[in-house]
């Protein structure tokens, strides 16, 4: 079984972030990529039995306007760790014709019922909170480039999130990335990195590595995760706060 993950980028001009991790939590896979097509040509190698695909972006989007009761319910958890979501609706471009992560769910034959008992499911996930409930944080990380943010600050705040993740190797539910190359490659190009865009080059598939183990921890232990929101409306899954 494979679960991978998908930092998606709500259009085409900005890169995806795409990861996978075998059935013992080893990364076997992770890279940046663009359009559609190379998302799948990523995804389809290890997907061709059971999995769970775990999206950071919307995969039901009904709402006309305000937020999705999801949105509504994980803010009301998570709002004080800084790590509440943006609000989505079909008012919205980017949604108007659907999710761009449901037509690839849809392309990959996966359910996008985070409950149901399906071998192949894809489920919505948002790594902000993810991180806060799994590492214990104070506050989100400032990984993410905004105005007033050093190259400095971000590079420190980003491998500090590579350096929590790497630890997970020796949680309950273990995740082993540290020696694979491509997660050598991509913590020794944010140690180097001098300007923002080059950070940003790496942020995806680092964030892609948190949903795929966010999808392997909903799998092991489903007990210590919360849905927020349902089926009809849009749901998020993420570890419990604790």
């Known amino acids: 079984m ?3 993950g998908v930092d998606l980028a709500w259009g085409t001009r900005s890169p995806t972030g795409v990861a996978v991790l075998d059935d013992d ?31 950071d972006a919307p995969l039901v989007v009904t709402n006309p306007t305000g937020q999705r009761p999801a949105e509504t319910a994980l803010n009301r958890d998570f709002r004080r760790f800084e790590a509440g979501t943006h609000a989505v609706n079909t008012a919205k471009p980017e949604f108007a014709n659907g999710p761009r992560a449901a037509r690839l769910a849809a392309a990959l034959g996966l359910d996008l019922d985070p409950r149901a008992p399906s071998a192949r499911r894809a489920i919505e996930v948002y790594p902000h909170a993810a991180t806060v409930a799994l590492f214990r944080l104070e506050r989100t990380l400032k990984y993410k480039a905004k105005p007033g943010r050093t190259v400095d600050r971000l590079r420190s705040e980003l491998l500090l999130l590579m350096d929590v993740v790497e630890k997970l190797a020796h949680a309950d539910v273990p995740l082993c990335v540290a020696e694979h190359r491509e997660w050598v490659a991509l913590r020794n190009q944010v140690a180097t990195a001098h300007r923002k865009c080059d950070l940003r080059r790496a942020e995806d598939p680092v964030d892609a590595v948190v949903c795929a183990y966010v999808a392997l921890y909903a799998q092991r232990r489903p007990a210590d995760v919360t849905i927020y929101g349902d089926v009809a409306t849009g749901s998020i899954v993420t570890p419990s706060l604790r």
């Open 25 to 55: 939590g080893r990364l076997v896979s992770t890279c940046a990529v663009r359009d559609d097509d190379e998302i799948l040509a990523a995804l389809r190698p290890y997907l061709h039995g059971d999995c769970v695909v775990a999206f």
């Open 2 to 4: 494979y679960f991978a």
